[in-house]
């Protein structure tokens, strides 16, 4: 590309040697220091080959010498194109003006992109929380101040534990993790709490790293039992406060429940659709229709943005579209081994979310149909660790 | 039998070990594949077709063999040849 762009402003010539003893000029034309590539065969008298503009001259005086014949087929060069458009000062204004323009709005950002978000966060909120903080489109990307802003929506959001804002071109993606239950307990010792049940069991292990346990293994405790207190006698008989910290296992029961409808409601398009347009040039919305009326009963909608982009530099001009396609709405039935794989997959959904920190050793599913609907309650028995703490 | 010619510069370079291309000017040839052959210490082209590019260096000359072939680049005594190469021969 570079030598590409460096060969333009030398200027270079491809020319064609008509002449039996095409090889003998080439090496003359290499013996006095001219370079040339894209050698290729014409046909068994002439040769094309690509030379700088400035060796031309030397090159036409070896073929005068050997009564050659040569043809010009291409030239490029810089100057050729200055030329030929020096005369049109509408278009040099304009490719100017274009440069300036395009170098203004690259100071901004005009698209927003969210990368790694998952269910507990939806990409919408974040961007809204980011243009909250001060990082949203039509913002000037060289006055921000990327590390201090993604401290802030890290001390707002405590579902996310980390975020990392790069900028592209006009372009601003935001990449964050979002917490996955697994992370490491910080505990704050100087402030003194005592641990509780957070469900019904029987304990069967405990180890208690801080404070006096009230409670012994084979034990069966209650939700919201008192299982550690803060008071511990230490060694030389005084009475200290502390911050407790204890695992405690316990056998416990967990019920989840499932439910799916034996009917889903179908949406049949008619074929209407209606669609609104928006402009958004520079963060400004112009609707491209006088009113947003629309005479169905029943309609499906859904929403568009495109953004123009060159290359991977997005402008400030987006198109919104708004459909809104007429659908006739009927209740069918569906087969009971269907609605049976739904209800079981959310069941597996729900098991990951609430059960995932809990060792499961028996599961029993239960299944009924209640009001037309499929019910699935499933039965756990499993360990866990029921300790929480409640401090000052 | 002919005996080795050796110059009293590459003799020494050949004593002390060192990297002949590095210290002595010899014909450097590289094949890529064979789609690319690279010659330095290249003087110039004797002859020139699709199917065949001879290339005269300082020794000797080099004849390439193969289909569409073509000079891609003869500067500063580099050659570039590309094509379909399917034999190299040193004459």
Known sequence: MLARLVNFFKGTVVVRLISSQCEQILNVLHRKGVDFWKLQRVDEQSVSVRIFEKDL???????????????ILDHRSAHIVYKKYRKRWGLL???????????????????VRVLGCDEKTTESEIIRQFEE???????HRYGLDVSDIENRFL????????????????????????????????YDLTSPCDIYAARDGQIISMITTSGTPLVNVGDSVCAGDKLVSREYIDRYGESIIVHSIATIKAKTQRV??????????????????????????????????FNEKISYNNYDLTEGKYILKIGNFALPFSVFRRTYSEVEISNTEIEYERAKVI????????????????????????????????????QYQCIENIAYTVGD | MKKKKYSAWQGFVHALSLPEDAFVSQTHVELFGQKELVVSGARGILEYSEELVRIQT??????????????????EKVMIVRGKIHAVLFE
């Open chain 1, 57 to 71: 001259s030397i090159l036409k005086t070896i073929c005068k010498r050997y009564h050659t014949d040569i043809e």
């Open chain 1, 93 to 111: 204004i304009g490719a100017a003006a274009m440069a300036v323009l395009m170098g203004v709005l690259s100071c901004f950002i005009w698209d």
């Open chain 1, 133 to 139: 903080l001060g990082l949203g489109i039509g913002k």
């Open chain 1, 155 to 186: 001390m707002e959001n405590d579902d996310v534990f980390w975020v990392s804002v790069n900028m592209r071109f006009t372009t601003a993606y935001i990449e964050l993790r979002e917490k996955t239950g697994k992370e490491i307990e910080i």
């Open chain 1, 256 to 289: 989840i429940k499932s439910e799916t409808p034996l009917t889903e409601s179908v949406h049949t398009p008619t074929g209407k659709s209606k669609s609104f347009f928006a402009l958004n040039l520079f963060n400004f919305k112009i609707p491209l229709y």
């Open chain 1, 343 to 378: 209800a079981l997959a959310d069941l597996s959904q729900q098991e990951k979310e609430q059960l995932f920190e809990a060792e499961i050793i028996n599961k029993t599913i239960k299944e009924e149909t209640v009001n037309g609907n499929l019910v699935l309650t499933a």
């Open chain 2, 58 to 75: 300082k020794e000797r000359g080099i004849a390439v063999e193969g289909n569409e072939l073509r000079v891609d680049m003869f500067m």
